[in-house]
T-cell receptor, first 115, second 113 residues
Framework: EAGVAQSPRYKIIEKRQSVAFWCNPI?????LYWYQQILGQGPKLLIQ????????DSQLPKDRFSAERLKGVDSTLKIQPAKLEDSAVYLC?????????????FGPGTRLLVL | AQSVAQPEDQVNVAEGNPLTVKCTYS??????LFWYVQYPNRGLQFLLK??????LVKGSYGFEAEFNKSQTSFHLKKPSALVSDSALYFC???????????FGSGTKLNVKP
């Protein structure tokens, strides 16, 4: 079974530029999560989708961050414009909808450096 | 506010010795508790979870954790550490219907030969 795929793995941009990250969850997983992990900290949930609907985006900085999951499968997270403090690893995770839905499967992450 | 605390940034243990990585939580309602491990340049991997039932849960790679409601703790343990256990460990808590997850700041485990 293929795992959660993310691209790109690394990205370097200058502040005020835009960037987008892509995530393809495990096949059949209805729930998709985006996390931000700043160096030395634990992952912070940015947004959670159930199919193509948003379950929770309370910690998403909506003035600059946006995410979509139009067809309920893969998802894109965008930052526009980026700030220095956005430098972090962005993790995507997915889980089943039914039994076992509490277990998340994580992708390798996208490491973003904003200069 | 919901939170998870991992009081130790780093734990050092000799190979073959028992290890404990501590986690305490503060939530309203019944918690669902998890441990994940992160190896360098890789995503988080699920180790074990407590949802309900027996307070002692067993997980992958010989790890176990004990849910203690009175102390609001969920410490990760292993009877005999391996050098390959060296990694970053995260405790996490989820609330009702698994719609919100909160992670601790992580504990770096160093197992020396």
């Amino acid at each position: 079974e293929a795992g959660v795929a993310q691209s790109p793995r690394y990205k370097i941009i200058e502040k005020r530029q835009s960037v987008a990250f892509w995530c393809n969850p495990i096949s059949g997983h209805a729930t998709l999560y985006w996390y931000q992990q700043i160096l030395g900290q634990g992952p912070k949930l940015l947004i959670q989708f159930q199919n193509n609907g948003v379950v929770d985006d309370s910690q998403l900085p909506k003035d600059r961050f946006s995410a979509e999951r139009l067809k309920g499968v893969d998802s894109t997270l965008k930052i526009q414009p980026a700030k220095l403090e956005d430098s972090a690893v962005y993790l995507c995770a997915s889980s089943f909808r039914g039994q076992g839905r509490e277990t998340q499967y994580f992708g390798p992450g996208t490491r973003l450096l904003v200069l | 506010a919901q939170s998870v605390a991992q009081p130790e940034d780093q734990v050092n243990v000799a190979e073959g010795n028992p290890l404990t990585v501590k986690c305490t939580y503060s939530v309203s309602g019944n918690p669902y508790l998890f441990w994940y491990v992160q190896y360098p340049n890789r995503g988080l991997q699920f180790l074990l979870k407590y949802i309900t039932g027996d307070n002692l849960v067993k997980g992958s790679y010989g790890f176990e954790a004990e849910f203690n409601k009175s102390q609001t703790s969920f410490h990760l343990k292993k009877p005999s550490a391996l050098v390959s256990d060296s990694a970053l460990y995260f405790c996490a808590v989820s609330l009702y219907n698994f719609n919100k997850f909160y992670f601790g700041s992580g504990t770096k485990l160093n197992v020396k030969p």
